[in-house]
């Protein structure tokens, strides 16, 4: 007894799951109609491209011009949106408010990238603690640095250029948290001294 149903539920389940997809398909039967209309409409346009000769000159030509507008396009927009080179140039200085930072960053027109810290020791100075280079390619910046002495050990900078306007900088990294052992999203804004 148990068996049969179990049967007949299972041919339940079978014929309710066959009405609903005979509903949908009924449902869909307008929308097929206006789809065959406009894959009707596609497929002759699409004979009408395939109708062209693509060995031609003329529609080599036309795929040139349309190649080269839009890599002109491209970069247009590449230098507008994203032309860091000559803003970054200069002694940045973090802002943390009301403290005053003990480092400054140097971006040096050749692509020296310098760390100066403020010596904490006679004779209260800065001083250069890391010397590296840096490249920019639109808004990332890129960084190896190198201690000038000590047992430090070398590190690499990827950071995003959010902005770089009326003397503020702002970058954003990721950085690992060993608690949660997963990244998180830092930011920090610099002051153009100099």
Not at 188 to 194: D, E, H, P, S, T
């Amino acid at each position: 007894m148990k068996v049969y149903k179990i049967i007949i539920g299972a041919i339940a389940a079978i014929l309710i799951f066959c009405l609903g997809i005979a509903y949908q398909s009924y449902q869909g039967s307008d929308n097929e109609k206006e789809n065959v209309n406009d894959s009707a409409k596609v497929s002759s346009s699409a004979k009408e491209e395939d109708s062209v000769d693509i060995y031609s000159p003329e529609y080599q030509s036309n795929l040139r011009k349309m190649a080269r507008e839009e890599t002109e396009a491209m970069e247009t927009e590449y230098e507008v949106n994203h032309d860091f080179d000559k803003p970054i140039l200069g002694l940045w200085e973090p802002y943390t408010g009301s403290k005053k930072s003990d480092y400054r960053y140097e971006f040096c027109e050749d692509g020296r990238f310098l760390i100066h810290w403020y010596s904490s020791y006679e004779p209260h100075e800065w001083v250069v603690v890391t010397k590296g280079t840096y490249n920019l390619y639109g808004d990332k910046f890129y960084a190896k640095l190198k201690p000038v002495q000590g047992n430090h050990r070398e590190t690499e900078w990827d950071r995003t250029i959010e902005y770089i306007e009326d003397g503020e900088m702002k970058q954003t990294y990721l950085e690992y948290d060993k608690s949660s052992k997963t990244y998180r999203t830092c930011e920090i804004i610099l002051k153009k001294i100099r």
